[in-house]
């Protein structure tokens, strides 16, 4: 029987690390991210649904979203992050599904859903167990300002909007720190993932 993870964690937490050692283990990973951004493409239902919402402001010259720009806009006005969600949610959602049921099918051991807003989204019904990927509030702040070129307003703005990873980490079957080294981080997932086996 297959055993389906959630993999979450808070936003720079690493989860991305994690779910690349996962793929290394040839454990099928569905990242809902790449799903999010595959289904607001050009052509996609949820792309006019957007640009009925918010605009043609939120478009590039090539006439693709201005991701920078709609995150700018979300991350700063809960209103319009939840009417974006009630956009792109059912979709990812269902495509999601759809691959962790092949996956089942397949006979797969192990089939992780790799979604940041696992717990907001209140997604955890998808999973059997859930791996919460956290580190410490200070290296979150600088990993995130480093990796999407944030001011510090912009970084702590961003991490506000999503469940505090304490909360999140309460609510996980495992937990990895990933405050360490690549090689702490490995030891710890192998660890779970033995377990589970």
Known sequence: ?????????????????????????????????????????????????????????????????????????????????????????????????????????NREAFVVLDIPLLFESKLESLVDKIIVVSVTKELQLERLMKRNQLTEEEAVSRIRSQMPLEEKTARADQVIDNSGTLEETKRQLDEIMNSWA
């Not at 989860?15 to 799903?35: F, H, P, Q, Y």
């Not at 006439?63 to 809960?78: H, M, P, Q, S, Y």
């Not at 269902?94 to 089942?104: G, P, S």
């Open 1 to 105: 029987m297959t055993l389906v993870i959630g993999l979450t964690g808070g936003i720079a937490s690493g989860k991305s690390t994690v779910a690349n050692m996962l793929i290394e283990k040839g454990i099928t990973v569905i990242d809902a991210d790449i799903i999010a951004k595959q289904a607001v493409e050009k052509g996609m239902p949820a792309y006019r649904q957007i640009i009925d919402e918010f605009g043609e402001d939120i478009l590039l010259s090539n006439g693709d979203i201005d991701r920078k720009k709609l995150g700018a806009l979300v991350f700063t006005n809960e209103q319009k992050r939840l009417a974006l969600n009630a956009i792109v949610h059912p979709a990812v959602r269902q495509e999601m599904l759809n691959r962790r049921d092949e996956a089942v099918a």
